[in-house]
C-alpha cells in the first residue's frame, strides 16, 4: 500500500494522500456553502493526518486560497459577490487584524492570556449561534403569524432587522452596494470590518466565522450575498496570508494542490448547493457548524484544568470537529444531489414538451 | 454660501441626497438662511416635497429633500434669502469626483498596508511563526520534487513567488475542470432563482 502515501519534499514526511482529498472535500463543501475558509476544520484533520504542525497553518492558508477563488469564480456566476463591499472590507480587516494582533502580543507581555483569549472566542461563538437562532425563531413566529392571518409572509423577510437600524446611520459618505441591494454610510462595513478583523487578530482566526454573521445581521446582505463576499475577502487575503507563510518556509505546496483536487470538487458541491438551500437554510446549518466549534474548544479547554485527561479531550475535541465537517458535508451534498436531480428532470420536462407541441 | 451634493439617489425618481458644507449646531433648515423652492416640472402634475432635515452632525448639517421628477429632468432647486439660485445639476461633476477621490483614498490605504507592512499583517490565519530555520532534505527526492525542494532551501523568495502564482493557476484549472463535469451533467451553472434574505 506504498502508493497510497506521498512524500511531502519539503517536511520530509510520508502522508496518506487519499486522506488529503478528503479533508478538501469536506472543507470545501463547508467553504463554498458557508463562506468561510475553515481553518478551524482543517488543522484537526491534518493533526490526524500526521501532517508536521510547523507546516499546518501555511499549508491551510494556501489551499484555502486556491478553494476560495474556485468557490467566488462559482458565486460570482450565480451574482452573490459584491466586490464593492468586499474591497471594502478587506482594508477594514487588514487594518483590524493588524490592530488586534498587536493587541494580542502587548497583552501576552503582561501576563497569559491563552485562557482568556478562548473564553473570548467562546463567548463570541454562543452569542453567533444565539444570534442566528434567535433570527430563525422570530422568522418561524413571523411566517405563523402570517399564516394565521390568512396571508403569506414575504419572501424577503426577516427575523432580526438590526441591519435596518444600522441603515439609517447616515454619516457620510453614502454608498449604494448594488448586488447587495443596500444603501448605507460607507463607515459601516469599515467599522463593521475593522472590527471583525481586530477580534479574528485577537483571537488568532482567519475570521469568517465572525465575518458571515456580521455581513448578515449587521450590514444586512441577504445570505447568498454574504457567503459569496465573505469568500472574495477569504481569495484575497488568503493568497496574501500564503506568500507571506511561504517566505517564512512554513507551506508544503504539494499537501496544498492535493487537498486542492479535493477542495476544487467539495467547493463546487457547496456553492452550487446555495442554489437549492433557502438564505434561512444555510443560516440554520451555518449555526450548527459554530455550535460544533464552541464544543470543540469546550473540549480543548478542559485539560487545562484537569492535565492528566489531555489525550482523551484532544481526542474528543478532533471527533467533534471531524464529525461536524462529516455529517454537514453529508447534508449539503445530499441537497445539492436532490435540487440537481429536479433541475435536470424539469429541464426535460420542459424539452420534451417543446418538442411535443412543435410536432 | 457652499454646497456639495454627496449623491444622487435614483435621478429618475428625483431623489436627491445633500450635504450642506457649513459648520452650525442645531436648528432647522431656514435657521441657516435658506428657503426651499420646488418647482414642479413632471407631466403627471404632482407636487414635490420636502422630507427636512434629516440629522445633525459635528461639521455638518446633512438634509435630505424629495421631489418628483418628471421627464423634463431634475425640479428640484434652492435658494438662499438673497435670492441666489442653486441649481442641483450644476453640482453633479463636484459628487463624482467626490467620490472617486474616496475611492482613491480607500485604493491608497490598502496599497500602503500591503506594501509597508508585508511580514505582519495576515488577514487569513494568525499565529506566530517560530524563528527556526527548516531545512528539506533533497536525499531522497528525484524529479521535479528534488527541483522543489532546491528552490525552498536555496531561495525562499522565489519559492513564495512561484507559490503565489501556481495557487491561482492550480485553482482556476481545478475549478475550470469541476465546471466541465458539472455542466455536463445540466445544471445551470450561471444564475440562481431561489430568493430569500
Same mark, same amino acid.
Given at each position: 500500500?506504498?502508493?497510497?502515501?506521498?512524500?511531502?519534499?519539503?517536511?520530509?514526511?510520508?502522508?496518506?494522500?487519499?486522506?488529503?482529498?478528503?479533508?478538501?472535500?469536506?472543507?470545501?463543501?463547508?467553504?463554498?456553502?458557508?463562506?468561510?475558509?475553515?481553518?478551524?476544520?482543517?488543522?484537526?484533520?491534518?493533526?490526524?493526518?500526521? #501532517?508536521?504542525? @510547523?507546516?499546518?497553518?501555511?499549508?491551510?492558508?494556501?489551499?484555502?486560497?486556491?478553494?476560495?477563488?474556485?468557490?467566488? !469564480?462559482?458565486?460570482?456566476?450565480?451574482?452573490?459577490?459584491?466586490?464593492?463591499?468586499?474591497?471594502? !472590507?478587506?482594508?477594514? &480587516?487588514?487594518?483590524?487584524?493588524?490592530?488586534?494582533? *498587536?493587541?494580542? +502580543?502587548?497583552?501576552?507581555?503582561?501576563?497569559?492570556?491563552?485562557?482568556?483569549?478562548?473564553?473570548? =472566542?467562546?463567548?463570541?461563538?454562543?452569542?453567533?449561534?444565539? !444570534?442566528?437562532?434567535?433570527?430563525? @425563531?422570530?422568522?418561524? *413566529?413571523? *411566517? *405563523?403569524?402570517?399564516?394565521? @392571518?390568512?396571508?403569506?409572509?414575504?419572501?424577503?423577510?426577516? $427575523?432580526?432587522?438590526?441591519?435596518?437600524?444600522?441603515?439609517?446611520?447616515?454619516?457620510?459618505? +453614502?454608498?449604494?452596494?448594488?448586488?447587495? $441591494?443596500?444603501?448605507? %454610510?460607507?463607515?459601516?462595513?469599515?467599522?463593521?470590518?475593522?472590527?471583525?478583523?481586530?477580534?479574528? $487578530?485577537?483571537?488568532?482566526?482567519?475570521?469568517?466565522?465572525?465575518? +458571515?454573521?456580521?455581513?448578515? =445581521?449587521?450590514?444586512?446582505?441577504?445570505?447568498?450575498?454574504?457567503?459569496?463576499?465573505?469568500?472574495?475577502?477569504?481569495?484575497? %487575503?488568503?493568497?496574501?496570508?500564503?506568500?507571506?507563510?511561504?517566505?517564512?518556509?512554513?507551506?508544503?505546496?504539494?499537501?496544498?494542490?492535493? +487537498?486542492?483536487?479535493?477542495?476544487?470538487?467539495?467547493?463546487?458541491? $457547496?456553492?452550487?448547493?446555495?442554489?437549492?438551500?433557502?438564505?434561512?437554510?444555510?443560516?440554520?446549518? #451555518?449555526?450548527?457548524?459554530?455550535?460544533?466549534?464552541?464544543?470543540?474548544?469546550?473540549?480543548?479547554?478542559?485539560? !487545562?484544568?484537569?492535565?492528566?485527561?489531555? &489525550? #482523551? #479531550?484532544?481526542?474528543?475535541?478532533?471527533?467533534?470537529?471531524?464529525?461536524?465537517? @462529516?455529517?454537514? %458535508?453529508f447534508y449539503i451534498t445530499v441537497k445539492m444531489v436532490e435540487g440537481a436531480k429536479q433541475e435536470v428532470a424539469a429541464k426535460k420536462a420542459s424539452m420534451a414538451k417543446q418538442t411535443g407541441s412543435q410536432v | 454660501m457652499a454646497y456639495k451634493l454627496l449623491e444622487t439617489d435614483c435621478p429618475g425618481n428625483g431623489i436627491y441626497r445633500w450635504v450642506m458644507d457649513r459648520a452650525g449646531v442645531g436648528g432647522a433648515f431656514q435657521e441657516y438662511g435658506l428657503r426651499e423652492e420646488i418647482l414642479n416640472k413632471g407631466g403627471d402634475g404632482s407636487r414635490g416635497r420636502s422630507c427636512g432635515v434629516e440629522g445633525l452632525f459635528p461639521f455638518r448639517l446633512r438634509t435630505f429633500f424629495r421631489g418628483f421628477s418628471g421627464s423634463s429632468g431634475p425640479i428640484v432647486r434652492f435658494e438662499d434669502l438673497s435670492g441666489a439660485l442653486v441649481d442641483l445639476r450644476d453640482f453633479k461633476k463636484g459628487r463624482e469626483f467626490g467620490m472617486t477621490k474616496l475611492w482613491a483614498k480607500i485604493a491608497g490605504i490598502a496599497a500602503t498596508i500591503f506594501l509597508f507592512l508585508p511580514d505582519v499583517v495576515l488577514a487569513a490565519g494568525g499565529g506566530e511563526v517560530a524563528p527556526i530555520v527548516i531545512v528539506a532534505d533533497t536525499r531522497n527526492l528525484s524529479g521535479i520534487m528534488w527541483w522543489w525542494a532546491e528552490l525552498y532551501n536555496e531561495s525562499h523568495l522565489y519559492f513564495a513567488l512561484l507559490t503565489i502564482a501556481l495557487i491561482p493557476i492550480i485553482g482556476v484549472i481545478f475549478g475550470v475542470l469541476a465546471d466541465i463535469v458539472m455542466t455536463h451533467i445540466g445544471i445551470d451553472l450561471k444564475s440562481r432563482d431561489l430568493a430569500e434574505h
Open positions: 500500500m506504498e502508493w497510497l502515501y506521498v512524500l511531502m519534499p519539503i517536511a520530509g514526511v510520508k502522508i496518506f494522500w487519499p486522506g488529503l482529498i478528503i479533508l478538501g472535500i469536506g472543507v470545501g463543501i463547508i467553504g463554498g456553502f458557508f463562506g468561510m475558509g475553515g481553518a478551524w476544520m482543517v488543522t484537526p484533520g491534518l493533526n490526524i493526518l500526521g #501532517f508536521p504542525m @510547523a507546516f499546518a497553518i501555511g499549508t491551510d492558508i494556501a489551499h484555502m486560497a486556491g478553494k476560495s477563488l474556485i468557490s467566488t !469564480m462559482r458565486h460570482g456566476k450565480f451574482g452573490n459577490v459584491d466586490y464593492k463591499l468586499g474591497m471594502i !472590507m478587506l482594508v477594514g &480587516t487588514v487594518v483590524g487584524f493588524e490592530v488586534g494582533a *498587536q493587541m494580542i +502580543m502587548w497583552l501576552e507581555r503582561l501576563g497569559a492570556v491563552e485562557k482568556t483569549v478562548r473564553i473570548l =472566542y467562546l463567548i463570541l461563538l454562543a452569542f453567533i449561534a444565539w !444570534m442566528v437562532f434567535h433570527d430563525v @425563531a422570530k422568522r418561524r *413566529q413571523k *411566517q *405563523q403569524e402570517a399564516l394565521k @392571518a390568512g396571508r403569506e409572509v414575504d419572501k424577503l423577510a426577516t $427575523g432580526i432587522e438590526w441591519h435596518k437600524t444600522f441603515h439609517k446611520i447616515k454619516i457620510p459618505p +453614502m454608498i449604494h452596494l448594488k448586488v447587495a $441591494g443596500i444603501y448605507c %454610510s460607507a463607515w459601516l462595513p469599515i467599522i463593521v470590518s475593522f472590527l471583525t478583523g481586530w477580534l479574528a $487578530g485577537i483571537l488568532g482566526i482567519g475570521g469568517g466565522l465572525i465575518r +458571515m454573521p456580521a455581513l448578515i =445581521y449587521i450590514i444586512g446582505c441577504p445570505t447568498h450575498v454574504a457567503v459569496g463576499t465573505d469568500l472574495f475577502e477569504v481569495m484575497i %487575503s488568503g493568497l496574501y496570508g500564503a506568500g507571506t507563510y511561504t517566505y517564512k518556509g512554513r507551506t508544503e505546496l504539494v499537501a496544498a494542490v492535493i +487537498m486542492l483536487v479535493g477542495a476544487s470538487i467539495g467547493a463546487q458541491i $457547496g456553492t452550487v448547493a446555495t442554489k437549492y438551500i433557502k438564505g434561512y437554510g444555510i443560516r440554520i446549518a #451555518f449555526g450548527i457548524a459554530v455550535i460544533g466549534c464552541a464544543v470543540s474548544i469546550v473540549l480543548k479547554m478542559v485539560p !487545562m484544568y484537569y492535565p492528566a485527561y489531555r &489525550t #482523551f #479531550f484532544d481526542g474528543a475535541s478532533t471527533v467533534v470537529v471531524l464529525g461536524i465537517v @462529516a455529517a454537514l %458535508s | -
